[in-house]
T-cell receptor
Framework: DTGVSQDPRHKITKRGQNVTFRCDPISEHNRLYWYRQTLGQGPEFLTYFQNEAQLEKSRLLSDRFSAERPKGSFSTLEIQRTEQGDSAMYLC??????????????FGSGTRLTVV | GENVEQHPSTLSVQEGDSAVIKCTYSDSASNYFPWYKQELGKRPQLIIDIRSNVGEKKDQRIAVTLNKTAKHFSLHITETQPEDSAVYFCAAIKGAQKLVFGQGTRLTINP
C-alpha cells in the first residue's frame, strides 16, 4: 500500500453524460475525503466519510453529485448530467482520525475532468 | 464555519532569499494547521504542520509560526532554491472535522 490511488487520472466527457471516479485510500485510514480544485484555487471540500458513514456533504454540492463508500474501503464519486462548470481536478484524500484528534491528509493524484 | 485567508497570491523571490506566506483563520477553536506544496500537475503534499499548543516549528529550511491570539500562522522558507517553486496552501482544522484550505500562493524562485 503505497498511498492514495485515484482512477482514472483523466476523463473527458460530453456535457450531459454521467461520470464515476474511484478512490482507494491508505488501508489503515478510517477517513476519506473528496475535494474539488479548479485552476489557481485551493482544494474545495465536497464530502467525507468515516468508515462507511458519510458524515458531511458540502452545501455547494448539487444533487447531481453522489458519493459512496460501501464497505469502508474504496469510494466512488458520481456526477450525473455533467455540466461544463464541473470541469476541475477531483482530489481524494485519506487520514486516520480519532475522536478528537486532527491528522495529516494524504492526497491522491486526482482525476482531471474535462466536460466538453 | 472555518474560513482561511492566504496572502500573497503570488510571490517572487531571488534564489537564496527568504519567502514568507501568511494565513489567517476565523475559528478560534481550530487546532491543527498544515501546509501543503503542490507542483504543477501533481498532488498536494504535506511539508510541515503545527498544532495549537506550539508556537513555532522548524524543519531544515522551512518553519511555521502560529499566533493564536491574532489567529494567524505563517510559512517561512529560508535559502530558497529553484525546486521550492510551486503553489503552497495553508489549511486549518478544528478537532476531527475537515480541513479548510486557503486560496494558495504561487511561489517563483528566480535564479
Amino acid at each position: 500500500d503505497t498511498g492514495v490511488s485515484q482512477d482514472p487520472r483523466h476523463k473527458i466527457t460530453k456535457r450531459g453524460q454521467n461520470v464515476t471516479f474511484r478512490c482507494d485510500p491508505i488501508s489503515e485510514h478510517n477517513r476519506l475525503y473528496w475535494y474539488r480544485q479548479t485552476l489557481g484555487q485551493g482544494p474545495e471540500f465536497l464530502t467525507y466519510f468515516q468508515n462507511e458513514a458519510q458524515l458531511e456533504k458540502s452545501r455547494l454540492l448539487s444533487d447531481r453529485f453522489s458519493a459512496e463508500r460501501p464497505k469502508g474501503s474504496f469510494s466512488t464519486l458520481e456526477i450525473q448530467r455533467t455540466e461544463q462548470g464541473d470541469s476541475a481536478m477531483y482530489l481524494c484524500a485519506s487520514s486516520f482520525q480519532t475522536g478528537g484528534g486532527e491528522g495529516g491528509y494524504t492526497f491522491g493524484s486526482g482525476t482531471r475532468l474535462t466536460v466538453v | 464555519g472555518e474560513n482561511v485567508e492566504q496572502h500573497p497570491s503570488t510571490l517572487s523571490v531571488q534564489e537564496g532569499d527568504s519567502a514568507v506566506i501568511k494565513c489567517t483563520y476565523s475559528d478560534s477553536a481550530s487546532n491543527y494547521f498544515p501546509w501543503y506544496k503542490q507542483e504543477l500537475g501533481k498532488r498536494p503534499q504535506l511539508i510541515i504542520d503545527i498544532r495549537s499548543n506550539v508556537g513555532e516549528k522548524k524543519d531544515q529550511r522551512i518553519a511555521v509560526t502560529l499566533n493564536k491570539t491574532a489567529k494567524h500562522f505563517s510559512l517561512h522558507i529560508t535559502e530558497t532554491q529553484p525546486e521550492d517553486s510551486a503553489v503552497y496552501f495553508c489549511a486549518a482544522i478544528k478537532g476531527a472535522q475537515k480541513l479548510v484550505f486557503g486560496q494558495g500562493t504561487r511561489l517563483t524562485i528566480n535564479p
